[in-house]
């Protein structure tokens, strides 16, 4: 589920990081090892480095026609004061001259529009005669604060809906005087990807776009399993009377990255956290803690924008709340401690808790993924998943479960972890011909 964003002040990450992968799963025979051109065999390398550029798909040079639009979802006056500069919903479009079919992509977790393999995929779409809309993910702040019903990201079904009618109202109030349509599509990764199934059903039922395919691409089967998996790339390798403190770790990554964007002038993007480590010739062990790292920062942006949102005193405390001149600043380095799942206890649960006693954590545990939605994707013939066999956010069986539920629309990688190969151009050229045959 993962890809950086650019607002490091903010400590969003997005994106590119909510998978890993399982040595396990590379063991698993069928999917064509030996044919497959994606060179790194490693799944956690593979994560972290991506694709070689000598084997990405060629995007050319040509620059798309692009607007970066923004859209008023809440009444002025009703965001807090700490978000004035995220006071509209914004999204890009890149648009053709000419009537043409549109396909809507999601980022995954934490992130946006702005991340390399995001625009990749967004520019891919466009050179193959596409309009293409790019969407934050639904645990992006500036959706939070402006899109979210529950200012509390982390259920399919709730953050689905809260899209789907942000989308329709995008259409509505202003691309479909911008740009003439043939179809409709819908795509997303990672967290994206599993959302894009939820997407899929709404529409299926309400049928307002009528989304002639929709792919899933790498996505969580089950957030909660996904999240412990990252959790635990972090919170594992610091542990023990061996092992450097969380403190010392995470002020020595902040000084690393520091000293990488004086030396280099790293814009603070999608690569930058990578070039720190990869730098240093990172082990095994750097590597998980690399990804751990990633994946936490972006929770606390979540983490402390849904605080805020749902004023429920998780990270900031509520005697600050409309205190003149209070930044939330400082909390962003308190929630670095923070993990998701204890954002999962701490905040979410108990602010559906509240909504609908009897909602157990188990309930919430179950709800958060594809499960609920199974008898529709099996069924559903105008979706379809691409995966990686050695993808690790997926935990024992549920690479299984993809392809019992999805069957020949499933087309499943045999390396790459998570999204390495999202940028290799046999993966991208399938991804085109899915859409266009």
Request: proline share 5%; net charge negative.
């Amino acid at each position: 589920m993962i890809s950086m964003i650019s607002d490091l002040a903010r400590f969003a990450i997005g994106s590119c990081l909510l998978c890993l992968v399982s040595t396990v799963a590379c063991a698993q025979g069928g999917y064509g090892i030996d044919d497959y051109g994606y060179p790194i065999e490693d799944p956690v390398a593979a994560t972290v480095v991506g694709t070689p550029e000598h084997l990405k798909y060629d995007l050319g040079k040509d620059r798309p026609r692009f607007r970066l639009l923004k859209l008023r979802l809440r009444p002025e006056g009703e965001i807090p004061d700490y978000f004035w500069y995220h006071d509209q919903f914004k999204y890009l479009l890149f648009y053709q001259k000419n009537p043409a079919p549109l396909v809507f992509v999601l980022a995954g977790t934490g992130g946006n529009y702005t991340g390399r393999r995001m625009l990749s995929l967004m520019r891919a779409f466009y050179n193959e005669g596409f309009h293409v809309v790019g969407l934050p993910n639904p645990t992006f702040m500036n959706f939070v604060i402006n899109a979210s019903s529950s200012g509390v990201p982390g259920l399919p079904e709730v953050d689905s809906r809260d899209l789907y009618d942000t989308l329709k109202r995008a259409w509505s109030e202003q691309l479909e005087e911008r740009v003439e349509v043939t179809d409709f599509y819908f795509t997303g990764y990672s967290l994206g990807g599993t959302l894009s199934g939820w997407i899929a059903k709404l529409d299926a039922e309400e049928r307002f776009f009528d989304f002639r395919k929709v792919l899933l691409i790498n996505p969580s089967v089950n957030l909660f399993n996904s999240v412990t998996i990252l959790d635990g790339y972090l919170d594992n390798n610091l542990r023990g009377p061996d092992q450097e403190g969380f403190e010392a770790f995470w002020n020595r990554t902040m000084r690393a990255m520091a000293r990488t964007a004086r030396a280099e002038g790293v814009d603070l993007g999608e690569d930058f956290l990578y070039d720190t480590y990869l730098l240093q010739n990172p082990d095994e062990r750097s590597l998980e803690l690399l990804i751990g790292t990633a994946f936490r920062i972006s929770a606390q942006s979540l983490m402390v924008t849904a605080d805020v949102m749902s004023e429920s005193g998780f990270i900031i405390p509520t005697s600050l709340r409309g205190a003149q001149n209070a930044s939330v600043d400082e909390y962003f380095i308190v929630s670095a401690r923070t993990s998701f799942l204890e954002y999962f206890d701490g905040l979410l649960l108990p602010h559906y808790q509240k909504l609908e006693p009897g909602f157990t954590r188990e309930k919430a545990i179950a709800a958060a993924g594809l499960g609920p939605i199974a008898d529709f994707l099996m069924t559903a013939d105008h979706v379809a998943v691409v995966h990686n066999a050695d993808d690790i956010i997926l935990a024992d069986g549920e690479l299984d479960w993809l392809t019992d539920v999805f069957g020949d629309r499933a087309k499943i990688w045999p390396r790459g972890g998570h999204l390495g190969n999202m940028e290799y151009r046999e993966n991208i050229e399938w991804i085109l011909q899915r859409f266009t045959q």
